[in-house]
Structures are given as C-alpha cells and as structure tokens.
C-alpha cells in the first residue's frame, strides 16, 4: 500500500484498494508518502555527512522507492560508498524484492544485506544483522512509518532494546502519523481493509521512544520541517507525518 501511496508499481490491487479506502478521506496522504521518503533521504545524508556514521539498520524498510525517490543505501553509499546497510522488513513481497534492493550502486567496500524478520523479535534482528553491522561502532537505526503497526508498548520495548544494542554516538531515525482528528475516518477504513492495523501516535508518545537521547534540532516536528532543502518548485507544507533523529550519548 505504501509503495502505492509513494507513486510506485510495484503493488497489487488489495494494495491500491487499501490505499484509496485511505485516500479518500484524507487526500493528503499521497504527498505525506513522498514527504516521508524525503525526510528519509535528508536525515540519512545528515547522519552519515555532518555525523559521521557509516552503519544503517533500516527496519521496516518497505518496497525499493521509485520515481526519483531514493532507498538507504543509495543515500548513504553516495556520501561514503563504505557504508553497511541491512534492512529489514516482515513483508514477504518486500523480500521477493529485495533482489532489486540489495543491489548496490557503488562497488567500494559498502555491504548491504536483508532480513526477513518480525521487528518485535528484536534480539534475533540484532543477531542476524550483526554479520553486517559491527555493533562496536556507531550506527543509525531507522524506524520510518513501522511503530505504527505495534502496539505502543511494543513499539516501546522493540526501540528500548535497539537503543541498548548501539553504542554512544549512535543514532534513531523515525517517522511515524501523528495522530489527528483528520485522520481517524481514514485509518478506520484503511484497517477495515484487513491490511495489517495501524495506530497513530501523539506526539508525546513519539517523544517517549527518544527517552534517554539528545535530540538533534529541530526536535520532532513534521517531517516537511526537518532541515528543509529548497524546493524547485512551490513550497512545503506543514503534514501529519512526524519524525526527528536523536543521538545517543
Ligand atoms: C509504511 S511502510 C514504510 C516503508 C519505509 N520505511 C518508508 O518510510 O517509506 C511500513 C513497512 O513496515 C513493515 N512492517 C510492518 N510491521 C512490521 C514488523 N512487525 N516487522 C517488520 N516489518 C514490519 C511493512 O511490511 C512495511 O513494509
């Protein structure tokens, strides 16, 4: 359905179904698909840029983005092509993708690797990706649009274990709904669908999965408001999709 909703072909008609039972209410969601990703591209630049880190442990990766929208690895292996990346998702359809995802752009040393797991089975997530990722050296942990599909405590205990696997300087990235009365129609019928639930979090809630990190500025804030590019054309608008980056100290 995401991959739907970001202007992607690679879904089948339950997908798009889903998507539009979504849409239709709540039109915005189209742009906030695309904005999300972007906010994905932006702070992955950041963190491996301005921070330094050169790991990324993207779980709940979705479909390889399309249409000039850019994946993990291809934003990180741009600035080092040493990067490492294992993502992660529970999808089957993702991981019959995967192919096309894992292939890299640069042939310098970088690693990619996939794994098809259940984020709430977190110890076995670390354990798989550490034939990837040396758990010594910082990395960013990227939680884009999944807590959503947990229960809050869930989602809690799956960052709070995350958070205890990465040393210092390491990073969370997250995005997730905030939840708003716009759009309670529109989830109500999305999960009525029978694609898996999704709950929408208030922003306190978000902000409790950075308990014990230093948020990097500007916070949590829609994710169109984090360290914005200039736009070619028109202008950003504020959306309904939030997310920030904290470090861990
Ligand atoms: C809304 S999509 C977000 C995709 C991508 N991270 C992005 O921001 O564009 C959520 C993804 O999380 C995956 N997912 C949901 N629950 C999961 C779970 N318990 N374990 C692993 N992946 C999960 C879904 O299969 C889906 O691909």
Redesign the pocket.
Known sequence: M?NYL?GGTDNYSIDREAGDAYAGPYPEIFYL?GQ??QF?ERTVRWVASEAGVRQFF??????P?QRGLRNTHEVAQAVDPRCRVVY????PV?YAHAQALLVSTVSDGGEIAYIE????DTDNLIAQAANTINFTEPVAV?L???LG??RFDEALAVVGTLMRAIPTGSYLIF?DGRDTESRHEALARRNETGI?RYELRTREQMARYFDGLDMVEPGIVPVTQWRPEPVEVGTLRPVEGYGGVGRKS
Request: charged residues 20%.
């Open positions: 995401w970001q698909a999300v990703r994905l993207d779980i709940g990766c979705g479909l983005a992660v998702d529970n999808d993702v797991a259940d984020a709430r990227l884009m649009g999944i599909a947990l995005s898996n």
